[in-house]
């Protein structure tokens, strides 16, 4: 029989990528996804026949468990968040009930409805914030710097709690920054790459960006969601750290993507204060050396390939525009 799989936030960047790696392993897939006037399901579109969608908010425990009641999962994969940095600064307290609380409401549906199911976590390198200690590992100790990453230390601990208090399967995966042609806008790396795209086609003249000597350790996306679903996999439930073990900064990225596309950054790229984060996070690179031991897991995607597909991809949707 198919395993059953529920994924929170399938209409996001890795949500669509789960999606599709589940379905290629015989999964029947089920997203919980939440009624609003801006629904975007592009990200699934090609799959959305094959995939069945269920109405839920994570604001509200009834709609989480009638959506684990119905689906009946074998695995759930909790990726729903507030999830861009900036905006948890101006909506501190949604950014919490969504990204910490809603973390909560859905253990404790699932121990409600389905207690035997396994259970995934979104957690965040962001919880390292000012790092006390580099590389970061399993056991780096969290110092958090915004309401983002303050909300995904209550989401990670909070699992922990469920899995040591009621012996549910719980993982948290601490997770790297990952990206893809996937990406939402508003995401540094995918803003350099529309960016280039746009430039290139002669649609802008400048980019401008913020501080381009933050350090951070870039995977791909669709390797990332392979790691997700390995964790479910093994005989016991633990966290892991995901990433590539590779830090680069910010000005690296924005020159990857301006040489790939032939152009010199420095004519384009423009510097505004107004890109600069309250409480910056100065350099994240993950040590994923027991994800490589338990899991088996590697990313496969370079660093350079992925930026080059994303340009690539921007460059085809910007032309697309054009015609």
């Excluded at 890795?14 to 999606?19: F, H, I, K, N, R």
């Excluded at 390995?230 to 633990?238: A, G, H, N, V, Y």
Aim: hydrophobic letters at 40%.
């Amino acid at each position: 029989m198919a395993k059953r799989a529920l994924i929170t936030g399938i209409t996001g960047q890795d949500g669509s990528y789960l999606a599709e790696f589940l379905l290629e392993r015989g999964y029947q897939v089920f997203g919980l996804t939440r009624r609003s006037s801006t629904n975007s399901f592009d990200r699934i579109a090609h799959i959305i026949d094959k995939v069945t969608l269920l109405s839920g908010d994570l604001l509200d425990e009834h709609s989480i468990a009638s959506a684990i009641r119905e689906s009946q999962p074998d695995e759930i994969y909790n990726l729903a968040a507030q999830s861009f940095v900036p905006t948890s600064w101006s909506q501190p307290v949604l950014t919490a009930e969504f990204t910490a609380v809603g973390v909560g409401r859905l253990l404790e549906a699932m121990r409600a409805a389905k207690p035997e199911a396994r259970f995934y976590q979104a957690s965040s390198s962001e919880m390292f914030g000012k790092v006390q200690q580099t590389p970061q590992t399993e056991t780096t100790p969290f110092y958090p710097r915004s309401p983002y990453g303050v909300a995904k230390v209550f989401g990670h601990w909070i699992t922990v709690n469920y899995r040591e208090s009621y012996g549910l399967f719980a993982c948290s995966g601490m997770l790297f920054n990952h990206e893809s042609a996937r990406r939402g806008l508003e995401f540094v790396t995918r803003k350099v790459t529309d960016g280039v795209a746009r430039i290139k086609l002669g649609k802008t003249h400048e980019l401008r960006m913020g501080n381009l000597d933050a350090k951070r350790d870039w995977g791909f996306a669709g390797d990332y969601v392979r790691a997700m679903w390995l964790m479910l996999q093994q005989d016991e439930p633990d966290d892991y750290v995901i990433a590539t073990g590779e830090t680069r900064t910010v000005g690296e990225l924005v020159e990857t993507a301006f040489s790939y596309a032939g152009l010199d950054w420095r004519k384009y790229v423009v510097l505004d204060p107004k890109f600069i984060r309250p409480a910056e996070v100065d350099i994240l690179v993950g040590d994923a050396s027991k994800a490589h031991r338990k899991l088996g897991w590697k990313p496969e995607v370079t660093f350079k390939q992925m930026i080059e597909q994303m340009v690539d991809a921007d460059l085809e949707r910007h032309a697309r525009s054009l015609s």
